[in-house]
Protein backbone atom coordinates (compact mmCIF):
# COMPACT_ATOMS: atom_id res chain seq x y z
CA UNK A 1 0.00 0.00 0.00
CA UNK A 2 2.92 2.39 0.96
CA UNK A 3 4.30 1.80 -2.79
CA UNK A 4 1.14 2.69 -4.44
CA UNK A 5 1.09 6.17 -2.35
CA UNK A 6 4.84 6.80 -3.60
CA UNK A 7 3.83 5.34 -7.03
CA UNK A 8 1.09 8.16 -6.87
CA UNK A 9 3.02 10.78 -5.58
CA UNK A 10 6.09 10.69 -8.09
CA UNK A 11 3.88 10.36 -11.18
CA UNK A 12 0.46 10.77 -11.55
CA UNK A 13 -0.15 9.13 -14.97
CA UNK A 14 0.96 5.95 -13.58
CA UNK A 15 -1.35 6.31 -10.84
CA UNK A 16 -3.95 6.32 -13.50
CA UNK A 17 -3.05 3.69 -15.34
CA UNK A 18 -3.24 1.35 -12.40
CA UNK A 19 -6.20 2.76 -11.30
CA UNK A 20 -7.02 1.40 -14.91
CA UNK A 21 -6.20 -1.17 -14.63
CA UNK A 22 -7.69 -2.15 -11.27
CA UNK A 23 -10.86 -0.95 -12.68
CA UNK A 24 -10.00 -3.45 -15.60
CA UNK A 25 -9.47 -6.53 -13.29
CA UNK A 26 -12.67 -5.58 -11.35
CA UNK A 27 -14.90 -5.64 -14.35
CA UNK A 28 -13.64 -8.85 -15.72
CA UNK A 29 -13.69 -10.90 -12.34
CA UNK A 30 -17.69 -9.12 -11.72
CA UNK A 31 -16.40 -6.76 -9.08
CA UNK A 32 -19.25 -5.10 -6.62
CA UNK A 33 -18.30 -3.40 -3.86
CA UNK A 34 -21.75 -3.59 -2.03
CA UNK A 35 -21.44 -7.89 -2.40
CA UNK A 36 -17.71 -7.18 -1.09
CA UNK A 37 -18.59 -5.25 1.83
CA UNK A 38 -21.42 -7.63 2.81
CA UNK A 39 -19.13 -10.58 2.54
CA UNK A 40 -16.62 -8.94 4.51
CA UNK A 41 -19.33 -8.01 7.15
CA UNK A 42 -20.18 -11.83 6.95
CA UNK A 43 -16.82 -13.06 7.29
CA UNK A 44 -16.47 -11.10 10.26
CA UNK A 45 -19.87 -12.57 12.27
CA UNK A 46 -18.45 -15.95 11.73
CA UNK A 47 -15.28 -15.63 12.40
CA UNK A 48 -16.42 -13.74 15.79
CA UNK A 49 -18.75 -16.72 16.37
CA UNK A 50 -16.10 -19.21 15.52
CA UNK A 51 -13.72 -17.27 17.94
CA UNK A 52 -16.30 -17.66 20.77
CA UNK A 53 -17.78 -20.66 20.69
CA UNK A 54 -15.42 -22.70 18.63
CA UNK A 55 -12.08 -21.76 18.85
CA UNK A 56 -12.42 -20.03 22.70
CA UNK A 57 -13.31 -23.17 23.95
CA UNK A 58 -11.20 -25.38 21.77
CA UNK A 59 -8.40 -23.00 23.03
CA UNK A 60 -9.21 -23.11 26.78
CA UNK A 61 -9.52 -26.96 26.74
CA UNK A 62 -6.00 -26.96 24.91
CA UNK A 63 -4.70 -24.90 27.69
CA UNK A 64 -6.23 -27.16 30.22
CA UNK A 65 -4.43 -29.82 28.93
CA UNK A 66 -1.57 -28.23 28.58
CA UNK A 67 -1.69 -27.60 32.43
CA UNK A 68 -2.62 -31.15 33.08
CA UNK A 69 0.63 -32.47 30.86
CA UNK A 70 3.01 -29.98 33.18
CA UNK A 71 1.51 -31.21 36.13
CA UNK A 72 1.82 -35.07 35.06
CA UNK A 73 5.54 -34.44 34.10
CA UNK A 74 6.03 -32.74 37.16
CA UNK A 75 4.89 -35.71 39.05
CA UNK A 76 6.57 -38.33 37.16
CA UNK A 77 9.44 -36.01 37.98
CA UNK A 78 8.63 -36.00 41.64
CA UNK A 79 7.87 -40.06 41.09
CA UNK A 80 11.22 -40.29 39.78
CA UNK A 81 13.04 -38.51 42.19
CA UNK A 82 11.11 -40.74 45.32
CA UNK A 83 11.85 -43.43 43.34
CA UNK A 84 15.52 -42.63 43.43
CA UNK A 85 15.45 -41.64 46.93
CA UNK A 86 13.51 -45.13 47.62
CA UNK A 87 16.27 -47.03 46.05
CA UNK A 88 19.10 -45.14 47.36
CA UNK A 89 17.31 -46.07 50.94
CA UNK A 90 16.44 -49.70 49.71
CA UNK A 91 20.52 -50.04 48.79
CA UNK A 92 21.30 -48.41 52.72
CA UNK A 93 19.41 -50.88 53.89
CA UNK A 94 20.65 -53.71 51.85
CA UNK A 95 24.64 -52.68 52.81
CA UNK A 96 23.42 -52.39 56.69
CA UNK A 97 21.69 -55.82 56.63
CA UNK A 98 24.72 -57.28 54.47
CA UNK A 99 26.94 -56.02 57.20
CA UNK A 100 24.84 -56.97 60.22
CA UNK A 101 24.39 -61.01 58.21
CA UNK A 102 28.36 -60.77 57.95
CA UNK A 103 28.58 -59.61 62.03
CA UNK A 104 26.10 -62.28 62.87
CA UNK A 105 28.01 -65.16 60.61
CA UNK A 106 31.05 -64.27 62.63
CA UNK A 107 29.48 -64.31 65.83
CA UNK A 108 28.19 -67.83 64.72
CA UNK A 109 31.21 -69.13 63.71
CA UNK A 110 32.98 -67.44 66.85
CA UNK A 111 30.69 -69.64 68.89
CA UNK A 112 30.73 -72.30 66.99
CA UNK A 113 34.03 -72.61 67.57
CA UNK A 114 33.80 -72.03 71.11
CA UNK A 115 31.50 -75.01 71.11
CA UNK A 116 33.09 -77.11 69.09
CA UNK A 117 36.34 -76.24 71.68
CA UNK A 118 34.13 -77.08 74.51
CA UNK A 119 32.75 -80.48 72.88
CA UNK A 120 36.10 -81.61 71.87
CA UNK A 121 37.17 -80.75 75.48
CA UNK A 122 34.63 -83.07 76.50
CA UNK A 123 35.38 -85.21 73.73
CA UNK A 124 39.24 -85.79 75.05
CA UNK A 125 38.14 -85.69 78.50
CA UNK A 126 36.18 -88.67 77.57
CA UNK A 127 38.05 -90.94 76.39
CA UNK A 128 40.53 -90.09 79.32
CA UNK A 129 37.83 -91.23 81.59
CA UNK A 130 37.00 -94.24 79.69
CA UNK A 131 40.73 -94.79 79.14
CA UNK A 132 41.21 -94.67 82.85
CA UNK A 133 38.18 -96.65 83.40
CA UNK A 134 39.23 -99.52 80.77
CA UNK A 135 43.07 -99.45 82.47
CA UNK A 136 40.97 -99.77 86.27
CA UNK A 137 39.04 -102.60 85.07
CA UNK A 138 41.83 -104.10 83.01
CA UNK A 139 44.05 -104.38 86.37
CA UNK A 140 41.20 -105.64 88.42
CA UNK A 141 41.30 -108.47 85.69
CA UNK A 142 44.54 -109.01 86.37
CA UNK A 143 43.85 -109.06 89.60
CA UNK A 144 41.46 -111.33 89.31
CA UNK A 145 43.03 -113.78 87.16
CA UNK A 146 46.52 -113.63 89.32
CA UNK A 147 44.30 -114.53 92.09
CA UNK A 148 42.32 -117.61 90.42
CA UNK A 149 45.37 -119.00 88.88
CA UNK A 150 47.27 -118.56 92.38
CA UNK A 151 44.83 -120.63 93.51
CA UNK A 152 44.65 -123.35 90.92
CA UNK A 153 48.77 -123.60 90.21
CA UNK A 154 48.17 -124.25 94.60
CA UNK A 155 45.45 -126.89 93.70
CA UNK A 156 47.28 -128.36 90.96
CA UNK A 157 50.15 -127.69 93.37
CA UNK A 158 48.33 -130.00 96.34
CA UNK A 159 47.01 -132.74 93.88
CA UNK A 160 50.49 -132.90 92.45
CA UNK A 161 51.95 -133.52 96.06
CA UNK A 162 49.18 -135.60 97.07
CA UNK A 163 49.97 -138.30 93.57
CA UNK A 164 53.50 -137.94 94.35
CA UNK A 165 53.60 -138.94 98.15
CA UNK A 166 51.23 -141.18 97.30
CA UNK A 167 49.14 -139.99 100.74
CA UNK A 168 46.34 -137.86 101.31
CA UNK A 169 47.19 -134.39 102.54
CA UNK A 170 45.79 -133.26 105.38
CA UNK A 171 44.16 -129.90 105.34
CA UNK A 172 46.78 -128.14 107.15
CA UNK A 173 49.13 -129.71 104.31
CA UNK A 174 47.11 -128.35 102.02
CA UNK A 175 47.08 -124.88 103.66
CA UNK A 176 50.81 -124.71 103.97
CA UNK A 177 51.66 -125.85 100.61
CA UNK A 178 49.05 -123.31 98.74
CA UNK A 179 50.40 -120.87 100.74
CA UNK A 180 54.71 -121.34 100.01
CA UNK A 181 53.58 -121.83 96.34
CA UNK A 182 51.79 -117.90 96.55
CA UNK A 183 54.62 -116.64 98.08
CA UNK A 184 57.03 -117.86 96.02
CA UNK A 185 55.15 -116.79 92.74
CA UNK A 186 54.19 -113.76 94.47
CA UNK A 187 58.31 -112.95 94.10
Same mark, same amino acid.
Given at each position: ???????A????? #? *?????????????????????? #???????? #?? *????????????????????? +?????????? !??????????? +?????????????? +????? *?? %???????????Q !??????????? !?? $?? %????????? +??????? #????V????????????????????????? $?????
Amino acid at each position: MNSLILLAAADSG #I *AQQLAKQASQVGTTFGYNGTAL #ISNAISFL #IV *AVILKVWAIGPIQKMLEERRE +KIAQGLAAAD !KAKAELANAQA +KTLDLLVQANVQAN +KIIEE *AR %AAAARVTETEMQ !KAVQGAKDILE !KA $RQ %ANDAELARM +KTELRRE #IGRLVVATSAQVTGKILTLDDQKRLADDTN $RQLAA
